[in-house]
């Protein structure tokens, strides 16, 4: 219960004074304009947008991660050696599957192919544009796709996603119920780390400044799609809301133009 004879502290109060936004860009010149050039290299492009799948298509998809979640006795009789090794580890990996390698065998084979074009769609653009390769219609692609459902309570931990070049990720499902009121209810009381949020951190020391600003954290909606590369390490608060919270992702590789092209498996 809140005791209004305590004075609220100072820095909830300073939160609340300068919400979080993006600054204005800064259009001010320089003499220096046009003589010094200044190049960020080796940086991460980090694409957000926003993609509004139709409630059918979403559903459907929701509706096979489901069934892939509870697919271990699948990857027992479909992959023995991977599961000799998840039964030596002692860990349950429930994402062990391709549902771009079979469609055919799913009811949802039409939804599943319409989620590869789509998707595919916006990993061609963000390497056209993220990674400036112009040529980014024509490169060989292959990858994996794969989802992760979060019940109430959940959280993933720090990981990044080897042997692929990058990862797209698109939110199916916030819950139940208003958002607002579920999961950021309490935010406040954590100004500068609230609830629901994924973490992204490069694993490289941060040319950024301000030095602490080294995590860019972005709130989970339904249908917002990120892509990103493979190297970024990434991590969720834990998943406070109502009911449950998926997502469905895309490890991607390019595997054109390159050595990867030459790459064969050995003989012994
Ligand atoms: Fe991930």
Redesign the pocket.
């Known amino acids: 219960m809140t005791n209004s004879l305590v004075e609220k502290p100072e820095h909830l109060k300073f939160f609340e004074e300068h919400p979080k936004g993006k600054e204005q860009e800064d259009t001010r010149t320089d003499p220096l304009d046009g003589h010094a050039r200044i190049e960020q290299l080796w940086t991460t492009p980090f694409m957000e947008v926003d993609i509004t799948l139709p409630d059918a298509i979403r559903y459907d998809l929701i509706n096979v991660l489901h069934k892939k979640e509870q697919s271990l006795q699948e990857i027992r009789d479909e992959n023995p050696q991977f599961y000799s090794i998840v039964d030596s580890k002692g860990f349950y990996a429930t994402t062990h599957y391709n549902l771009f390698a079979n469609p055919q065998e799913y009811p949802e084979k039409d939804t599943i192919l319409e989620f590869e074009k789509i998707s595919t769609k916006l990993i061609r653009y963000y390497i056209r544009k993220g990674w400036g390769i112009q040529q980014a219609d024509e490169l060989e692609l292959e990858g994996r796709c794969f989802g992760n459902i979060q019940q109430p309570g959940a959280r993933?931990y720090p990981?990044y996603?080897q042997d692929v070049n990058g990862?797209l990720?698109h939110y199916l499902s916030m819950g139940e119920g208003n958002l607002t009121d579920n999961v950021m209810k309490d935010s406040e009381k954590s100004p500068r780390h609230p609830t629901h949020n994924v973490l992204f951190q490069d694993p490289r020391p941060a040319i950024s400044y301000p030095y602490w600003q080294k995590i860019h954290a972005v709130t989970p909606r339904v249908g917002l799609t990120l892509i990103h590369p493979n190297y970024l390490w990434?991590e969720t608060n834990p998943w406070l809301g109502q009911g449950e919270r998926s997502c469905i992702?895309v490890n991607f590789r390019i595997v054109s133009h390159g050595y990867n092209e030459l790459i064969k498996p050995f003989r012994f």
């Open positions: 993933t990981h996603h990862v990720v990434h992702v």
